[in-house]
T-cell receptor
Framework: GAVVSQHPSRVICKSGTSVKIECRSL??????MFWYRQFPKQSLMLMAT?????????EQGVEKDKFLINHASLTLSTLTVTSAHPEDSSFYIC?????????????FGPGTRLTVL | EDKVVQSPLSLVVHEGDTVTLNCSYE??????LLWYKQEKKAPTFLFML????IEKKSGRLSSILDKKELSSILNITATQTGDSAIYLC?????????FGKGTRLHILP
C-alpha cells in the first residue's frame, strides 16, 4: 500500500518549452503533497507544499510563476515547469503525506528526470 | 517489482543507546543506496553508498552496504534526543529513486 507514482519518469525538452509532471497517490488519499528537487551530492530541496483545493506554499527562493503547482484532487498534484531552461534540468521528486493514527508519514514517488536542452 | 524495505518501522530508545536501522532492497540496475534524515522539511542527505563493505562515517552515524545481501545498515551510537527523526533509505537506479517507508526513531531523554 501507499504507492506514489510520477509521470513521466524522464523528459527531455527544448529550452523555452513548458513541462508538466504528475504526482499521484495510487491507493490512498493525500491531503498534502510535497515537491522536491534533487541537487548534486544527493541533497533534496523542498520546493513547495501542495494542499488539495488551495494554493501551494512555496519555499523561499522558489519562483511560483515558474514552477506552477496544482493539487486538483486528493490523489493528484501537478508541477509545471514553465519556460524551462537548462538550469532547470534536475531530478524532481514528489511525496504524499497521509496521517495515520496522528503520525504523519510521507511516501515518496520515484522521481522525474528533466533535461532541458 | 523494485522495492526498498526498511525495518523496524518505528523504534523508541533511551538517550545514550546505540541503534541499528536496516534497509533491504530488490532493485534492478542498482546505482547507489542513499540514507536521509527527515525532521521537518526536506530530508537531509546522510550517506551515499556504492561499494560493498566500505563503511562511511559521520560523527556518531555510520553506514555500510552489503551488495551480496542486498542490504544496508545505518548505525547511530550514543543517541541524543536530536536524533529523533524519520530515517529514509532510498535506492538510486538512475532513471528513478525508490524510497523505503522510513524508520521513525524516537529518543527518550
Amino acid at each position: 500500500g501507499a504507492v506514489v507514482s510520477q509521470h513521466p519518469s524522464r523528459v527531455i525538452c527544448k529550452s523555452g518549452t513548458s513541462v508538466k509532471i504528475e504526482c499521484r497517490s495510487l491507493d490512498f488519499q493525500a491531503t498534502t503533497m510535497f515537491w522536491y528537487r534533487q541537487f548534486p551530492k544527493q541533497s533534496l530541496m523542498l520546493m513547495a507544499t501542495s494542499n488539495e483545493g488551495s494554493k501551494a506554499t512555496y519555499e523561499q527562493g522558489v519562483e511560483k510563476d515558474k514552477f506552477l503547482i496544482n493539487h486538483a484532487s486528493l490523489t493528484l498534484s501537478t508541477l509545471t515547469v514553465t519556460s524551462a531552461h537548462p538550469e532547470d534540468s534536475s531530478f524532481y521528486i514528489c511525496s504524499a503525506r497521509v496521517a495515520t493514527s496522528g503520525l504523519d508519514t510521507q511516501y515518496f514517488g520515484p522521481g522525474t528526470r528533466l533535461t532541458v536542452l | 517489482e523494485d522495492k526498498v524495505v526498511q525495518s523496524p518501522l518505528s523504534l523508541v530508545v533511551h538517550e545514550g543507546d546505540t541503534v541499528t536501522l536496516n534497509c533491504s532492497y530488490e532493485v534492478t540496475n542498482f546505482r547507489s543506496l542513499l540514507w536521509y534524515k527527515q525532521e521537518k522539511k526536506a530530508p537531509t542527505f546522510l550517506f551515499m553508498l556504492t561499494s560493498s563493505g566500505i563503511e562511511k562515517k559521520s560523527g556518531r552515524l555510520s553506514s555500510i552496504l552489503d551488495k551480496k545481501e542486498l542490504s544496508s545498515i545505518l548505525n547511530i551510537t550514543a543517541t541524543q534526543t536530536g536524533d529523533s527523526a524519520i530515517y529514509l533509505c532510498a535506492v538510486d537506479r538512475d532513471d528513478k529513486i525508490i524510497f523505503g517507508k522510513g524508520t521513525r526513531l524516537h529518543i527518550l531523554p
